[in-house]
T-cell receptor
Framework: DAGITQSPRYKITETGRQVTLMCHQT?????MFWYRQDLGHGLRLIYY???????DKGEVPDGYVVSRSKTENFPLTLESATRSQTSVYFC????????????FGPGTRLLVL | EDQVTQSPEALRLQEGESSSLNCSYT??????LFWYRQDPGKGPEFLFT???AGEEKEKERLKATLTKKESFLHITAPKPEDSATYLC????????????FGTGTRLKVLA
């Protein structure tokens, strides 16, 4: 199906483990984004990518790593998970022009024990 | 500093009772203002994009308007299925990647 998908939808892990969250979009959008959503904070940008092999930090990048070898995929890795990374993670994408609408995936709920 | 403030935080309406949600923003060089609907356990669903003051857009019972300082999401004769959190976001001249989100208004429509 066309659109933006995320996997897994739910994940429970332990402190110190590495976790990778996957994001895939079928629109061939240049820009992709990772956000986390926590009560009282709204959506906060972790990383974004303007194209394949071009990534940059957002507002809260510490503890996260991203890569983008293909336009359609934008995985987010937590190298050593911490309890403070318990959150809901959303991937989004948009086209090339400034002011374009972002479209969001369904989210991944991550619990770090 | 770019900022978005949404009010009220929560709103309870009776079915058919029209109301408005507010999104006040401060941004340099507005490039777009976005409204999303978010249901529990789901991702934000796009509703509207507004680009310039005076612009209005409608979809079913929803109408979004924009001024130079704020946007309103008017809900006419709401139904229980309109219950959700409504998010507002802006992007401006400070960066092609930067979208500033408000914390949302939680709307509950009672039958």
């Amino acid at each position: 199906d066309a659109g933006i998908t995320q996997s897994p939808r739910y994940k429970i892990t332990e402190t110190g483990r590495q976790v990778t969250l996957m994001c895939h979009q079928t629109w061939s959008h240049s820009y992709m984004f990772w956000y986390r959503q926590d009560l009282g904070h709204g959506l906060r940008l972790i990383y974004y990518s303007a194209a394949a092999d071009i990534t940059d930090k957002g507002e809260v990048p510490d503890g996260y790593v991203v890569s983008r070898s293909k336009t359609e995929n934008f995985p987010l890795t937590l190298e050593s998970a911490t309890r403070s990374q318990t959150s809901v993670y959303f991937c989004a994408s948009r086209g090339d022009s400034r002011g374009e609408t972002q479209y969001f995936g369904p989210g991944t709920r991550l619990l770090v024990l | 500093e770019d900022q978005v403030t949404q009010s009220p935080e929560a709103l309870r309406l009776q079915e058919g009772e029209s109301s408005s949600l507010n999104c006040s923003y401060t941004v340099s060089g507005l490039r777009g203002l976005f409204w999303y609907r978010q249901d529990p356990g789901k991702g934000p669903e796009f509703l509207f994009t507004l680009y310039s003051a005076g612009e209005e857009k409608e979809k079913e019972r929803l109408k979004a308007t924009l001024t130079k300082k704020e946007s309103f999401l008017h809900i006419t004769a709401p139904k229980p299925e309109d219950s959700a959190t409504y998010l507002c976001a802006v992007t401006g001249a400070s960066g092609t990647y930067k979208y500033i989100f408000g914390t949302g208004t939680r709307l509950k429509v009672l039958a």
